[in-house]
């Protein structure tokens, strides 16, 4: 099998919600993990075809996964043709939310993960060529699939409706996908992955998490089991705050971009920050 829609992103924008959401759909088949990273030639592209196909198991009438790394146009190249190359009638789902709170969670997860160690004021010095920044560059990161794909096969929806106007959402998105819209399962009633409070990765954690044993399965372990591990072996850390004179650069630096994504989607985004 192959997917007949695609989660692109945008990270740390509800994406692993939307993802669990889908598998409760009994006629949605999701990838055996989430991230499957194919179409990303540093990733998994070279596994090929088959090992893509290999993902998709089940009888269903429409198959997903969700990859947040290809809306990472400045960072993996390639991805929306090498994706158009294999599937040129898939559909796209894309996670929006405001620009600045997502880099405020996409800094803290790589500080509690380990993977940054400079604090968020030097994190954001330059903006221009930012990891951090184009990530939230919603309509450049898109404008990479319109060269390829019709707006037709793109959905964008602001992960704020996932999460408090969670029934007409995922309404939304099944009806987009081509399955029953009025499906209803009760756990859709449960707020998925809720990160308020982050814990950073120390030594304990290390051995724990990244022991080889564990970094082969951690995919499939259910988080009722990896939470909890977490919680014992990780120091609990607190979410920054940006300074006035930051957050105000970075509105101005995000405003024309978010100004072309309201242009396309129709939607106001009023709840932004820009």
């Given amino acids: 099998m192959l997917p007949d829609f695609i989660i ?46 290999s993902q998709f198991t089940g009888n269903f009438s429409k ?81 990479h699939f319109m060269e390829y794909y019709q707006g037709a096969q793109i959905l964008v929806m602001p992960s704020r409706e996932l999460k408090y106007e969670r029934h007409s959402a995922l309404q939304r998105v099944f009806a987009f996908v081509g399955v029953d819209e009025m499906f209803y399962d009760p756990a859709y009633e449960e707020q998925k992955h809720q990160s308020s409070q982050k814990r950073r990765k120390g030594r304990l954690s290390r051995l724990v998490l990244e022991s080889p044993l564990i970094k082969t399965l951690k995919y499939y372990i259910p988080d009722a089991i990896k939470d909890p591990i977490k919680k014992a072996t990780r120091p609990e850390i607190t979410k920054p705050t940006l300074r006035p004179e930051l957050r105000d650069k970075l509105r101005e630096y995000l405003q024309p971009d978010v100004e072309k994504l309201q242009a396309f989607t129709g939607y106001s985004f009023s709840s932004w920050d820009i």
């Fill in 63 to 143: 198959y997903g996964e969700a990859s947040p790394n290809y809306s990472k146009a400045h960072y993996f190249a390639g991805v929306p043709q090498r994706m158009h190359d294999l599937l040129p009638d898939v559909k796209l789902i894309y996670l929006v939310r405001d620009p600045i709170e997502r880099i405020i969670s996409h800094y803290t997860h790589n500080y509690s993960e380990g993977r940054e160690h400079r604090t968020i004021e030097e994190a954001l010095e330059t903006l221009s060529d930012n990891h951090y920044v184009m990530c939230s560059k919603y309509f450049w990161q898109l404008n």
């Fill in 8 to 53: 692109i992103g945008a990270m740390k924008s509800g994406t692993s919600s939307l993802f669990h959401y889908l598998q409760l759909h009994p006629e949605v088949g999701m990838s055996a993990i989430k991230e499957v990273d194919f179409f990303i030639a540093e990733n998994n592209y070279g596994k090929g075809v088959d090992w893509y196909r």
